[in-house]
């Protein structure tokens, strides 16, 4: 079985369990297993983007609220994470967060105003001893006051603290709408070279 297949089958309840699962009962069964040591690989590139569409989504909009809760939106945009800005823009653009998307948009916006990537500012983070104490105007070099003006006031958009809005009503939707075929293509990755 390769890395992928492997990696689905311990994100997501088993196949009979799948096709009779909620589109809540998907999300916490990622969200339980997401983070655990034998998942890994989950986002190498070479395992991420061979998973479903559907679950791509479902991860990295737990990884993007997680790394908010956990270290803000610059923490978000350092770590690994935020590699796939785009695609968690994208994201949210199909599940309908709009005010989300668009708020990382002008966060983008504001990178690239500076020149400044994601990929760069995780590199920056690469030569730092584990358990560092870091701050990401040292580790980054960024002297601009307003730049760290203008992230947050992006940031302010984001409906993470949202009592009328929320980015995982969004997905629940998104999924219940969705989960026939992705259980379609579940099934269809996880039939890959068997013969």
Do not use: C, W
Not at 2 to 9: A, D, L, M, S, Y
Not at 158 to 166: C, D, V
Request: charge should be negative.
């Amino acid at each position: 079985m390769e890395i992928h297949q492997t990696v689905i089958r311990r994100l997501l309840p088993d196949d009979k369990e799948l096709i009779n699962a909620s589109a809540d009962e998907i999300m916490d069964h990622v969200g339980l297993n997401r983070y655990s040591e034998e998942n890994i690989q989950l986002k190498d590139e070479a395992v991420f983007y061979k998973l479903p569409a559907l679950l791509r989504d479902i991860v990295l909009l737990i990884d993007f609220d997680t790394e908010l809760n956990m270290n803000g939106i610059l923490g978000f945009l350092e770590n690994s994470t935020g590699k796939y800005l785009n695609e968690t823009i994208e994201a949210l653009e199909r599940i309908g967060a709009v005010h989300d998307a668009n708020a990382l948009k002008d966060i983008k916006r504001i990178l690239e105003k500076y020149h400044l990537s994601t990929g760069q500012l995780n590199r920056d983070l690469q030569g730092l001893e584990l358990y560092e104490i870091n701050h990401f105007r040292q580790i980054h070099g960024i002297a601009d006051d307003e730049f760290f003006e203008e992230i947050q006031l992006a940031a302010e958009k984001l409906t993470i603290n949202s009592q009328e809005e929320n980015i995982f009503d969004h997905l629940l939707t998104y999924i219940e709408a969705n989960k026939m075929s992705f259980v379609e293509d579940v099934q269809a990755v996880l039939s890959e070279n068997k013969a």
